[in-house]
């Protein structure tokens, strides 16, 4: 019986499903024409040459922040761990947000489907060298975060019911007034939370609509699934759920979501090591792949300049270090010490970049879903496509699943409730980002709210029925226009950040703040 | 000032706890402070609307448990003529049982014996069982 239904579902949906192909490729054409140009000038290269301004400008930015505190992400990791430990939390404070749920919290908003399907999308055109570049971004991204979300908690508003907002409208704005630059902060603001409302639309909402999408495909019969070609099935539906939960006020889902993803997280890395363990006489070789490819590129069209520009891409896009988003997140924590946060963010990078995407990583390059001819050792570059020919030509989620179902067989299906919870997560945290940034332009008022509510769940459903190449480029353009904006905010209020840092310093050297337990 | 202390735990319900506390109480002349936990956690996991809202509802929690569980039994207590205090924690209430006695040097602690199936208890353990097994001053459980 059971096996019967989704073959009985495909007959009765059939004849409407192929009256209505034509709808996914309708939306995909017109809303990738629209988003067109927006995205040609995020991604417009260097006069001359193949390298997009914005990659140069997010390794600047990390590399800025990196050295003007002093490789912070390597000095302040152990008090990091610390803080998140509870080692300095005061018991008078129990019942507050903790640093560990301001962390878990902006990494359920992160972790997601950058690491699953993004980091195919790297390795699949920028090679297994993508992968160095990206470990590289996530730990300069590291400091990035660290400035961010000190910034985040310093700024944030205090209303008189006890609720907390925070984010870079508010430091953008607040901290540059005090600086004598409230124009120039104000108007950083209006740009960023524009933004963060495309950003929420693209990246935090199409992008996982659309990968979510992909896997139920991949499980229910590839090109033969009944959902194949309609993605606005799936669109409908979960934009029905997250209709719900956002218009609807039904907490209940995304308590279950938010709890159920950590779970999900826990099994995806446990499913990636047991895998690396299966090959573990293939790790040293894998990495060998990985630093060659860095460098040289293997064969990808790239080289080592298109192995670059991917591993920044995919990396800011995973762990949105510089973006600002986070800074949302983290900014509710009860601390005195708004560089307290800071240090904790800085793990948020290495998580979900140094540790999730590597270990996806990995599992691809190992398993061998990349072609590579045997002779040369170089991979095999499908130029109709655009990047390296694999198992079925997949790429994005469907190319991991392709790699853990190589050792697994049935991991597939676990892999698809994971993306779909993983996908509906990140939703839900970046409908709230992205609610900020609308509240903060139009101001607070139900009206207003349900405005940006039902636009998100309508992209949702646009998110499911586009193909991969121009919902990925339009959520990218716009989680970089962020950053683009963030990081120049940032420039200038990073001396600020510098006075909280060696302030805080100062009172653990002299013993003013201690461990508590 | 007696120098002899209980702390009680007490969740605003049961009753059994208090009452034989306050028994020891009149025998011994003891003070009594009673202790009200809120379950917390600092690991479980928050939506960003449930950490924007945080620091306003655990300040209504607290409130509600100051009015309703705390105030009416001290007033009771204090009526009754034995020396109270009370105070309201988040947390694990077997840790935070166990640290209050240790900090304020009490004889013992009472609490009342979880009256739910017990199944879950025998899997997971219940608060009884646990401060019993941890607690550094002797444990009164009330059945």
Request: hydrophobic share 50%; proline share 4%; charged share 15%.
């Amino acid at each position: 019986m059971k096996k019967m239904f989704p073959a009985a579902l495909a007959a009765t949906l059939a004849p409407f499903a192929a009256a209505a192909q034509g709808i996914d490729e309708a939306i995909n054409s017109i809303v990738g024409t629209a988003t067109g140009p927006f995205v040609s000038f995020i991604f417009a290269p260097f006069p001359g040459t193949s390298f997009p301004w914005i990659v140069l400008w997010l390794v600047v930015g990390a590399t800025v922040f990196t050295i003007y505190f002093g490789f912070i992400q390597l000095r302040g990791f152990g008090h990091a761990i610390g803080l998140v430990k509870g080692d300095y939390s005061h018991p008078e404070d129990e019942g507050e947000v903790s640093h560990f749920q301001a962390l878990a919290t902006a990494l359920s908003g992160t972790v997601g489907l950058g690491n699953i399907a993004g980091v195919a999308v790297a390795v699949s055109i920028g090679g297994p060298g993508a992968t160095f570049w990206m470990i590289l971004a996530g730990l300069m991204g590291m400091a990035s975060k660290f400035t961010e979300c000190t910034l985040g908690v310093k700024y944030r508003n205090e209303y008189p019911d006890g609720t907390v907002s925070g984010g870079p409208m508010y430091y953008l704005t607040k901290g540059m007034a005090e600086q004598g630059r409230a124009t120039i902060g104000r108007i950083l603001a209006v740009l960023f939370s524009i933004f963060c409302i495309l950003g929420a639309l693209g990246g935090g909402n199409m992008f996982q609509a659309n990968q979510a999408h992909a896997q139920l495909v991949n499980i229910t019969g590839g090109a033969n699934s009944f959902l194949d070609g309609n993605g606005w099935i799936t669109g409908i539906i979960m934009a029905g759920i997250v209709f719900l939960v956002i218009v609807g006020g039904i907490k209940s889902i995304a308590q279950v979501t938010e709890k159920l993803v950590p779970a999900m997280a826990i099994i995806y890395v446990g499913a990636g090591i047991i895998i690396l363990i299966m090959n573990y006489d293939m790790i040293g070789w894998a990495f060998g792949q990985i630093f060659a490819g860095a460098f040289t590129g293997l064969g990808v069209a790239g080289g080592l300049v298109g192995a670059l520009i991917q591993g920044f891409r995919r990396a800011a896009f995973s762990n949105e270090a510089g973006v600002g988003s986070a800074a949302i997140a983290h900014s509710a924590v009860r601390t005195k010490e708004p560089v307290t946060e800071g240090y904790v963010s800085l793990l948020e990078p290495f998580i979900d970049t140094v540790v999730i995407c590597t270990m996806t990583a990995l599992v691809i390059i190992i398993t061998g879903v990349l072609g590579q001819d045997p002779s040369t050792g170089l991979y095999i570059w499908d130029a109709e496509l655009g990047r390296i020919a694999t198992e079925g030509g997949v790429t994005g989620v469907e190319l991991t699943s392709a790699a853990f179902g190589s050792s697994i067989s049935w991991f597939p299906l676990v892999l698809a409730v994971a993306v779909v919870l993983f996908a509906f997560s990140t939703m839900i945290s970046w409908s709230y980002y992205g609610l900020k940034a609308w509240t903060f332009l139009f101001g607070e008022g139900k009206a207003t709210e349900l405005a940006f509510k039902v636009i998100f769940c309508i992209f949702v459903v646009l998110g499911a029925a586009m193909s991969l190449g121009p919902v990925i480029d339009f959520s990218d353009a716009a989680i970089f226009a962020m950053a683009v904006v963030n990081i120049t905010g940032l420039y200038f209020l990073m001396p600020i950040v510098k006075r909280e840092l060696e302030k805080y310093n100062a009172k653990l050297a002299s013993g003013q703040i201690v461990k508590v337990k | 000032m007696p120098d002899e202390l209980y702390v009680v735990a007490y969740d605003g319900e049961h009753r059994r706890a208090v009452d034989h506390a306050v028994d020891q109480a009149r025998r011994s002349g003891a003070r009594l402070h009673i202790v009200h936990v809120i379950e917390w956690s600092p690991y479980r996991f928050l939506t960003p609307q449930e950490l924007e809202e945080r620091h306003k509802r655990r300040s209504e929690e607290v409130a509600r448990a100051e009015a309703e569980v705390i105030q009416p039994i001290l007033s009771e207590l204090g009526n009754a003529g034995i020396e109270a205090t009370g105070e309201i924690r988040y947390g694990n209430v077997v840790e935070l049982l166990a640290a209050i006695a240790q900090k304020q040097h009490a004889s013992g602690i009472i609490m009342g014996r979880s009256r739910g199936t017990s199944f879950g208890g025998r899997i997971f353990g219940s608060a009884a069982m646990g401060l019993a097994q941890v607690s550094p001053v002797p444990v009164t459980i009330v059945p």
